[in-house]
């Protein structure tokens, strides 16, 4: 029985898969306001009675995909630490930013933010999700321990590491993760000395 759950709920999983997938495409060939469930199903391969098992309209799917990825991008980042632990910033190396990497391997998706009509609340839940990561999975220590307001030195530095990504995904992903990656630590180094990770790396 256990078996049989986990195989009808593996194949669930891959049908909603492959119609996120759709979406996706569909989105970048026409705009979100042009495409339609047959439009997704058709693409996807599936008929639309599949499709109403899953989800109820168009907008449930664009819903599910956007919180679906946002979800993976919280919780890329807790895989690189352990609760509690402290990096300092001159110790930092590809592995800490491993929401980079989940960025880049989703890179489909996240193009989605080059387009106009694209996945709903997309441009406004993306940066919020990088500011909700850096409110509750890290603690922050300044150069010299310079005394700032937290809330604003913490809505900064997400807000301007989202500008780095935006930029780098607005130009295609050109510069390897690699690249990226070590001028994104050559800019924390300038401004802060440590940071305590406080999130729950099981997410």
């Not at 049908?15 to 026409?30: G, N």
């Not at 491993?98 to 933010?113: A, E, G, K, M, Q």
């Amino acid at each position: 029985m256990n078996n049989e759950h986990a195989t009808k709920s593996q194949r669930q999983n891959r049908t909603k898969a492959h119609l996120r997938h759709a979406l996706i495409e569909l989105i970048k060939e026409k705009g979100y306001h042009s495409v339609s469930v047959t439009d997704i199903v058709e693409f996807a391969s599936y008929n639309r009675s599949t499709f109403y098992l899953h989800y109820t309209d168009k907008l449930e799917l664009a819903e599910d995909t956007l919180d679906f990825m946002l979800q993976g991008l919280e919780a890329s980042v807790g895989k690189a630490y352990i609760h509690g632990q402290k990096i300092y910033t001159v110790k930092l190396n590809a592995p800490s930013f491993n929401i980079v990497t989940y960025i880049y391997t989703n890179r489909d998706f996240f193009s989605l933010i080059n387009y106009a009509d694209t996945l709903p609340n997309l441009h406004s839940q993306f940066p919020q999700t990088i500011l909700k990561i850096y409110n509750e999975q890290f603690h922050f220590e300044t150069i010299n321990n310079t005394p700032v307001n937290m809330e604003y030195f913490k809505r900064y530095t997400a807000y301007g590491f989202y500008g780095l990504l935006q930029n780098w995904i607005h130009h295609g992903f050109q510069e390897t993760p690699e690249n990226f990656i070590q001028e994104v630590i050559s800019l924390t180094k300038t401004h802060i000395y440590s940071f305590k990770y406080i999130g729950n790396s099981s997410i």
